[in-house]
């Protein structure tokens, strides 16, 4: 157990939907990852927040948008849903907002968009 | 454009015997490189890093080999057991380039034969 939690595990919704996914760090990190991991794909990086600010940027679509809230939480809105979107949700936490710092995991959120 | 490459998409190795999981990047940037494993249902956990400054580290039966001219690291693990069945990723972080993310590569299965 990475000390990461992330809700739901698993989520079903049509194209053109709205869904949230949300974040819980561990006790403790300042710093949000969301990666995203298609089929057969590696994981792509989104978004990070540290202290509740943006810190990096990815391959993150306009439609996707994330928040980091005063208590450290973060969650990833996925807005517009296609069928492409469907992948596993992953988020990161670490203590700091450098590179050196391990990134601890999530169990990750399955989307399924039908 | 994939920085972070893992041309083996599966291994399989029997159980005792060296398993070696590649990497290649082409960012001349990278300076910091980690190995994750990830069981399935599970998000990635951190196996070991090195940074650009060593050509090797180890802990216990996992080494990772750096050679910066070739763009390539290596993962071994020595002996090879069956819970080390997983996907292994790397991923590379430009540590002065004042962004904090990991370019993830797409994984290389293992499979340990007993």
């Known amino acids: 157990d990475s000390g990461v939690t992330q809700t739901p595990k698993h989520l079903i919704t049509a194209t053109g939907q709205r869904v949230t996914l949300r974040c819980s760090p561990r006790?403790?990190?300042?710093?949000v990852y969301w990666y995203q991991q298609s089929l057969d794909q590696g994981l792509q990086f989104l978004i990070q927040?540290?202290?509740?600010?943006?810190?990096a940027k990815g391959n993150i679509l306009e439609r996707f948008s994330a928040q980091q809230f005063p208590d450290l939480h973060s969650e990833l809105n996925l807005s517009s849903l296609e069928l492409g979107d469907s992948a596993l949700y992953f988020c990161?936490?670490?203590?700091?907002?450098?590179?050196?710092?391990?990134?601890?995991f999530g169990p990750g959120t399955r989307l399924t968009v039908l | 454009d994939q920085q972070v490459k893992q041309n083996s998409p599966s291994l399989s190795v029997q159980e005792g015997r060296i398993s070696i999981l590649n990497c290649d990047y082409t960012n001349s940037m990278f300076d910091y490189f980690l190995w994750y494993k990830k069981y399935p249902a599970e998000g990635p956990t951190f196996l070991i890093s090195?940074?650009?400054?060593?050509d090797k580290n180890e802990d216990g039966r996992f080494t990772v080999f750096l050679n910066k001219s070739a763009k390539h690291l290596s993962l071994h693990i020595v002996p090879s057991q069956p819970g080390d069945s997983a996907v292994y990723f790397c991923?590379?972080?430009?540590?002065?380039?004042?962004?904090?993310?990991?370019?993830f590569g797409t994984g290389t299965r293992l499979k340990v034969l007993a």
């Open positions: 006790s403790g990190d300042l710093s």
């Open positions: 990161a936490s670490s203590v700091r907002d450098i590179s050196y710092n391990e990134q601890f």
């Open positions: 927040y540290y202290n509740g600010e943006e810190r």
């Open positions: 991923a590379a972080s430009a540590t002065t380039s004042g962004t904090y993310k990991y370019i």
């Open positions: 090195i940074s650009s400054i060593k």
